[in-house]
């Protein structure tokens, strides 16, 4: 009796194993046999990318970002048109300013040399998107891996789903809220544009029509972005370190430098502006919050087990 009872119990824990291992948990050591060189060699050629452009670190964090997003960080937001396959590259807040790819292909060729039909486009993007970060100076997290790659794209959900530079702080708190991330983690996450560039046109009428807005640097703005025309032309989204990952960005908002109407919702008299001067004056905690915002936000419907592929070719299925 004894021994039959122990051999239900033992059943019965090999069959929750098989449905937890069915789930696909993320794991950060989920190549560490199959292809253990991985990180290093996402690693080398970020180094190589970011020191040719620094903005490529910003360019590759916010395709991570408008992955996620988009049903999930399942790397949809690199799948190519076709004639036949609408993809997400031509959705409002990608064309033309989503970049990078470019640098996702180089990486996937190098770890496809290395570890064939192995690691996902999803998690190469995952990975990259952190190195970036590292290389201008702010934190490092360990990121779950183990996602797998989506054969379908959205471009209705990119419209519509990805946050607007125009985005009122209530439409931001919700948006986010939708993908299970708090107001908090949305602050730290916008701390992201304490690098990067954003083009004229997402700014123009916040330099030229609001008023919680800094004169000078209104003025300063207003000079490489015309009231007509110039939409292309860039400008920094922290004009004080735009090449390195840190907290200036909320010492910008707080001084009502922000670049972005979405930018300054964060500190407008609402519920964010604690927080906002917080981290304005608080690095480490900011650098803390970012990291654990960047693996929840990277954990957001991830494909796994045996749901979606193994991209031979990020943009395209295979």
């Known amino acids: 009796m004894a021994l039959s009872v122990t051999n239900l119990f033992l059943k019965l824990f090999i069959t929750c194993l098989l449905v937890f291992s069915a789930q696909g948990q993320l794991s950060p050591n989920f190549y560490g046999t199959s292809c253990p060189n991985l990180q290093t060699i996402v690693r ?14 910003a360019s590759i964090l916010r395709l991570f970002f408008h992955d996620c997003f988009v049903n999930g960080c399942d790397a949809s937001i690199l799948l190519d048109d076709t004639a036949t396959f609408t993809g997400e590259k031509n959705a409002l807040p990608n064309r033309n300013s989503a970049r990078g790819f470019e640098v996702i ?7 496809e040399a290395a570890c064939q039909n192995t690691v996902s486009c999803a998690d190469i993007l995952a990975l990259a998107a952190r190195d970036g970060v590292v290389f201008l100076n702010g934190p490092t997290w360990n990121v779950p891996l183990g996602r797998r790659d989506a054969t379908t794209a959205s ?40 690098i990067g560039l954003a083009r004229c046109s997402t700014f123009r009428t916040r330099i030229y029509n609001e008023t919680n807005i800094n004169a000078a640097f209104a003025a300063t703005r207003r000079n490489t972005c015309p009231a007509t025309g110039g939409d292309t032309n860039l400008a920094p989204l922290d004009i004080q370190t735009p090449n390195r990952f840190d907290n200036n960005y909320y010492g910008d908002l707080v001084a009502q430098r922000g670049l972005l109407h979405s930018d300054q919702e964060l500190f407008n008299g609402g ?3 604690a927080l906002v ?15 654990a915002a960047m693996v929840k936000m990277g954990n957001i419907s991830p494909l796994t087990g045996t749901s979606g592929e193994i991209r031979k070719n990020c943009r395209v299925v295979n």
């Not at 080398?44 to 903005?55: D, L």
């Not at 292909?105 to 770890?111: A, G, L, N, P």
């Not at 125009?166 to 701390?191: C, P, Q, V």
């Not at 001067?277 to 990291?291: C, G």
């Open 155 to 194: 471009q209705s959900a990119a419209n519509s789903q990805i946050p607007s530079p125009f985005a009122s702080l209530s439409n931001l708190i919700s948006m986010f809220s939708a993908n299970g991330l708090t107001a908090r983690d949305m602050t730290a996450l916008s701390g992201a544009h304490t």
């Open 105 to 111: 292909d180089t990486i996937k060729t190098q770890v």
């Open 271 to 273: 519920s964010q502006d």
């Open 277 to 291: 001067r917080t981290y304005s004056t608080n690095n480490a905690l900011f650098a803390r919050d970012f990291a």
């Open 44 to 57: 080398n050629a970020m180094t190589q990318a970011v020191n040719k452009e620094p903005r490529m670190a």
